[in-house]
């Protein structure tokens, strides 16, 4: 099987920079994605690719790589951020299977 | 606008069988593959199948394998989840998906209990 590893909890003060980690094997080869998930609703695509934002996403929410660990950025943390964050993506394998990380509760506080 | 639109979730016994369907609108199904991805009470997100915008290629969680078979009718734009041999630890919300996932639905719920 394939995981992905992200830190169960992140807090910063509103205006504070946020990072939420993610690491796994893979990683190195494969695309990361990230999904805002705010309680009750469904997830929302905010990276794909990495460090592409899709449109409607704020310009503070930003995305990188390096090496078998992504990183989802938020610069200036408003509290419309607190939210569940998982990353995303696929293992290397003939066989391939697809996995989210265990996902990251943001709190803006 | 793309919408996915789930249906077909309920409560069922442990052991039986339940089909769950996904009818998309706003986009060119034929040309997107889909996903399926569950959300047990209080849990995280997990992947659950994914197929090839043709049918071509299904892949499948291990938890799932053998038990789940997703599926699709691009003449009715609309995903299919074939559910058998349901336990408790399938009781999720399931979502559809589309593509990288880009797009998802609202989810439809389904519990396994006796």
């Known amino acids: 099987s394939y995981e992905l590893t992200q830190p169960p909890s992140v807090s910063v003060s509103p205006g504070q920079t946020a990072r939420i980690s993610c690491s796994g094997d893979a990683l190195a080869k494969k695309y990361a994605y990230w999904y805002q998930q705010k309680s009750g609703q469904a997830p929302v695509l905010v990276i794909y690719e990495d460090n592409k934002r899709p449109s409607g996403i704020p310009e503070r929410l930003s995305g990188s790589s390096s090496g078998t660990m992504a990183t989802l950025t938020i610069s200036g943390a408003q509290v419309e951020d607190e939210a569940d964050y998982y990353c995303?993506?696929?293992?290397?394998?003939?066989?391939?299977?697809?996995?989210f990380g265990g996902g990251t509760k943001l709190t803006v506080l | 606008q793309v919408q996915l639109v789930e249906s077909g979730g309920g409560v069922v016994q442990p052991g039986r069988s339940l089909r769950l369907s996904c009818a998309a609108s706003?986009?060119?199904?034929?040309?997107?593959?889909m996903n399926w991805v569950r959300q047990a009470p209080g849990k995280g997100l997990e992947w659950v199948a994914v197929i090839w915008y043709d049918g071509s290629k299904k892949y499948y969680a291990d938890s799932v394998k053998g038990r789940f078979t997703i599926s699709r009718d691009n003449s009715k734009n609309t995903l299919y989840l074939q559910m058998n041999s349901l336990r408790a630890e399938d009781t999720a919300v399931y979502y559809c998906a589309r593509d990288v996932p880009d797009y998802w639905g609202q989810g439809t719920l389904v519990t396994v209990s006796s």
């Open positions: 995303y993506s696929t293992d290397s394998s003939d066989d391939p299977l697809w996995v």
């Open positions: 706003g986009f060119t199904f034929s040309s997107f593959g």
